[in-house]
């Protein structure tokens, strides 16, 4: 059972628009989530985060959003450039629980495409 | 310190095989976590250290894996009588013992069993 979803596999937006890329996640124990941006051949890099404390948090063209009745969160990039295009993964993590190793489930990826 | 290092980037071995991948975390993280991502998939966690101690191991780790991280340091991942369904990126993350710091990756290793 995927306890995060990214339903879309990929995405294509115009330079300069705004790309909106979708995350939905199952576990209500989840309290804290990430996205990381992934170039081909190599490991994941943070983006942004966001507790569950909070419902926006913002870093430049990054903004993400969570919408915790929904069990939601969204990532805006405003506006896209070419050097955008990767694959973006949603990750989640149960920090609250007491100690335990904060691990990560990941989506499945959408692969985002920023056309010049 | 330039971040998670991992060697080798590249394996290439024989079914039956065993392989060992080296992970030098951020110095100052005392928390490494090792994770695998197959074509298509998001990483998958496999197991988690903090310090020398492995307090977790996901049921994805069959007991044909081990990791170890002797010092508190550098981890070693190893995979003995490897088999073709092993084929998959070996990714190595460290973070602060903080709750809402992130987890750094590393470049991961891409493991090809023929």
């Known amino acids: 059972d995927q306890q995060v979803k990214q339903n879309s596999p990929s995405l294509s937006v115009q330079e300069g628009r705004i790309s909106i890329l979708n995350c939905d996640y199952t576990n209500s124990m989840f309290d804290y989530f990430l996205w990381y941006k992934k170039y081909p051949a190599e490991g994941p890099t943070f983006l942004i985060s966001?507790?569950?404390?909070?419902d926006k948090n913002e870093d430049g063209r990054f903004t993400v959003f969570l919408n915790k009745s929904a069990k939601h969160l969204s990532l805006h990039i405003v506006p896209s450039q070419p050097g955008d295009s990767a694959v973006y993964f949603c990750a989640a993590s149960a920090r609250s629980s007491g100690a335990g190793s904060y691990q990560l489930t990941f989506g499945k990826g959408t692969k985002l495409s920023v056309i010049p | 310190d330039t971040g998670v290092s991992q060697d080798p980037r590249h394996k290439i071995t024989k079914r039956g095989q065993n392989v060992t991948f080296r992970c030098d975390p951020i110095s100052e993280h005392n928390r490494l976590y090792w994770y695998r991502q197959t074509l298509g998939q998001g990483p998958e966690f496999l197991t988690y250290?903090?310090?020398?101690?492995?307090?977790?191991k996901s049921r994805l780790l069959s007991d044909r894996f081990s990791a170890e991280r002797p010092k508190g340091s550098f981890s070693t991942l190893e995979i003995q009588r490897t088999e073709q369904g092993d084929s998959a990126m070996y990714l190595c993350?460290?973070?602060?013992?903080?709750?809402?710091?992130?987890?750094?990756f590393g470049q991961g290793t891409r493991l090809t069993v023929v």
């Open positions: 993350a460290s973070s602060l013992g903080t709750r809402n710091t992130e987890a750094f």
């Open positions: 966001i507790s569950s404390i909070k």
């Open positions: 250290f903090q310090n020398e101690a492995q307090l977790e």
